[in-house]
C-alpha cells in the first residue's frame, strides 16, 4: 500500500468514526504520529474531541508544541491532570522519583499519572482514537485497526496502526506538519521526561522509554496488550516490522 493510500484510508476511517460514535475523541501525547492524526482530523473530521494527558513531568518541548497546535489548527484541546490527593500521597509515600525503584512502583506512578485521568477523559464517550503502531515495539506488534477496549466499555481505533516510522515522517515533512523539538535531538518516542532518552542509532523506537525495563513491560497501562500477546511478540521479534 502506497502513502496516498494509507492517508486516504486513515482519513476515511476517521470521518466513519465520527459519523458512527459521536462524541469520539483522539487521545494525544503529542508524539509524530499523533501530530499526523490532529493534522488528518482537523482536515477531514474536526468534530472529534482532542484530550491529553498532562502528566506534570511533561518536557517543557511538549508544552510548547500543544500551543503551537492549538495555534496552528484551531481546535480545542482538553487537558487532564492527575488527581492531587493521590498524587501527593504517593510522592509522599514513595517519593518523587519512585518509578526507578521497580516496575511495580513505575506502574503505579503511570496508573496515577496517567491511567486514572484517561478514565476521566474516555467518560461517557463514543469512541477513542490513537496514534498507536504496530511496529513501534514488541507489545504493540498485533495491534489491530479497531478493537473494544473493556476497561473503559467503548470501541477504540488506531488508524496508523499499519504505517511504519517512514510513513509518518513523510507525512509530517509533505505538510509541514508541526512536531515535538525532541525529535530532533533522537527522541524518537517521548512521554513524561523522566522516563524518556534519545536512543541510539539501530535501537528500537520506544527503546528511549523506561530504558532500565525489559521490552515486554514498556507500557504504561494506557495501552497494555495481554502478557501471553507480548510474549509470543518478544519470541519472535520479525513480528514488529513492517
Keep these: 500500500m502506497t502513502l496516498a493510500q494509507r492517508i486516504a ?45 498532562d502528566t506534570g513531568r511533561l518536557p517543557e518541548e511538549t508544552h510548547a508544541l500543544i500551543d503551537r497546535a492549538r495555534d496552528r489548527y484551531g481546535l480545542a484541546i482538553d487537558v487532564y491532570v492527575p488527581d492531587a490527593t493521590q498524587l501527593q500521597a504517593f510522592v509522599r509515600a514513595n517519593g518523587v522519583n519512585a518509578f526507578y525503584d521497580s516496575v511495580e512502583s513505575r506502574q503505579a506512578c503511570c496508573a496515577i499519572r496517567k491511567t486514572e485521568p484517561l478514565g476521566r477523559a474516555l467518560a461517557g464517550k463514543g469512541a477513542w482514537i490513537t496514534g498507536l503502531r504496530r511496529a513501534q515495539s514488541v507489545t504493540r506488534s498485533d495491534l489491530p485497526l479497531e478493537e473494544f477496549d473493556a476497561a473503559h466499555g467503548l470501541p477504540k481505533f488506531n488508524p496508523l496502526a499499519d504505517w511504519s516510522e517512514e510513513d509518518v515522517w513523510a507525512y509530517i515533512r509533505a505538510n509541514a506538519v508541526p512536531y515535538n523539538a525532541l525529535h530532533d535531538g533522537g527522541y524518537r518516542s517521548i512521554g513524561c521526561a523522566p522516563c524518556t532518552r534519545a536512543v541510539e542509532p539501530g535501537e528500537d523506537v520506544r527503546a528511549g522509554r523506561w530504558w532500565w525495563e525489559n521490552p515486554e513491560h514498556k507500557e504504561c497501562g494506557l495501552h497494555r496488550r495481554p502478557i501471553a500477546v507480548v510474549r509470543k511478540a518478544a519470541e519472535n521479534p520479525e513480528l514488529t516490522t513492517s
Excluded at 11 to 19: E, V
Excluded at 20 to 49: C, K, N, R, T, Y
Aim: zero cysteines; charged letters at 10%; glycine letters at 6%.
Design 9 to 53: 484510508a486513515a482519513a476515511s476511517a476517521l470521518t466513519g468514526i465520527d459519523r458512527a460514535h459521536a462524541p469520539a475523541v483522539f487521545a494525544s501525547s503529542f508524539g509524530a504520529e499523533d501530530m499526523v492524526l490532529l493534522d488528518l482530523i482537523a482536515q477531514h473530521a474536526p468534530a472529534i474531541g482532542v484530550f491529553t494527558l
